[in-house]
């Protein structure tokens, strides 16, 4: 009898959001036009049609450090979770933040492998004009 009022209440919460949500949906779908025109079917860029060639071209030459930066990031963080760990008088708790660790790099690795790989080609550097 205890947990059947919260459920019932977060339940009843869960389907009025999502039947307002819907209801709302198909109002607008009832109310605004739906055929395709030409103005509906382009791409917008800042909010404008696009018109000729783009003004620069888009370098990549720092993809592999943002690849880097994005997975070394996590190992840091995890790293300083595990350093307030108290795992220095438990060898179970070592065991296994090592292992935490150890399969996280795992998966890791080829990431790094192939953002290193990309920070060494050199036709990345190479700005087009």
């Known amino acids: 009898m205890a947990l059947t009022q919260p459920l019932v209440s977060l339940g009843l919460l869960i389907v009025l959001t999502l039947g307002a949500g819907y209801g709302g949906y198909k109002l607008l779908s009832l109310v605004v036009p739906s055929e395709r025109t030409p103005v509906k079917m382009s791409r ?3 909010g404008n ?15 592999g450090y943002l690849l880097i930066y ?13 350093a307030y760990a ?4 438990n060898f179970i708790e070592f065991r296994n933040l090592f292992v935490v ?7 890791v690795y080829p990431v790094l492998y192939y ?3 990309q920070i ?10």
């Open 115 to 117: 953002s290193i790989k």
């Open 44 to 46: 917008f860029e800042a």
């Open 120 to 129: 060494n080609v050199v036709l990345n550097w190479v700005l087009n004009r």
């Open 70 to 82: 994005t997975t070394i990031e996590p190992i840091i963080v995890l790293l300083f979770l595990i």
């Open 49 to 63: 049609i696009p018109t000729g060639l783009g003004r620069i071209w888009f370098p990549l030459q720092y993809y």
């Open 101 to 107: 660790v150890g399969s996280f790099i795992v998966l």
């Open 86 to 89: 108290p795992f220095y008088n």
